[in-house]
């Protein structure tokens, strides 16, 4: 399993950034997949989550609104679009992929810096 993930650095508030993760190694298709994120000091959380097929989407009530996920199954590639940034949105973001039939299969990305400073 292997992911690839793409998009992070450094931003100004209300700036807007896309995050990238490409994935292989496992069948894209039948996982649902999220995006996580970890600041300073903090424990990590879930930012936003995206079905198989991208028919449902959800997302923390800190992100709703600014953030949009998306997802290519041709592509094995789930995206993060963020707008609005605010420097409390700087963390280091998890691209996660779940099973939806066994929690035994759940992967995760090396994680990618987004930073919100003026």
């Known amino acids: 399993v292997q992911f690839v993930e793409s998009g992070g650095g450094l931003v100004q508030p209300g700036g807007s950034l896309r995050l990238s993760c490409a994935a292989s190694?496992?069948?894209?298709?039948?996982?649902?997949m999220n995006w996580y994120r970890q600041a300073p000091g903090k424990g990590r959380e879930l930012v936003a989550g995206i079905s198989t097929t991208g028919g449902s989407t959800n997302y923390a009530d800190s992100v709703r609104g600014r953030f949009t996920i998306s997802r290519d199954n041709a592509k094995n590639t789930v995206y993060l679009q963020m707008n609005s940034l605010k420097p409390e949105d700087t963390a280091v973001y998890y691209c996660?992929?779940?099973?939806?039939?066994?929690?035994?299969?759940?992967?995760w990305g090396q994680g990618t810096q987004v930073t919100v400073s003026s």
């Open positions: 190694g496992f069948t894209f298709s039948r996982y649902v």
């Open positions: 996660n992929a779940k099973s939806p039939y066994s929690p035994k299969y759940e992967y």
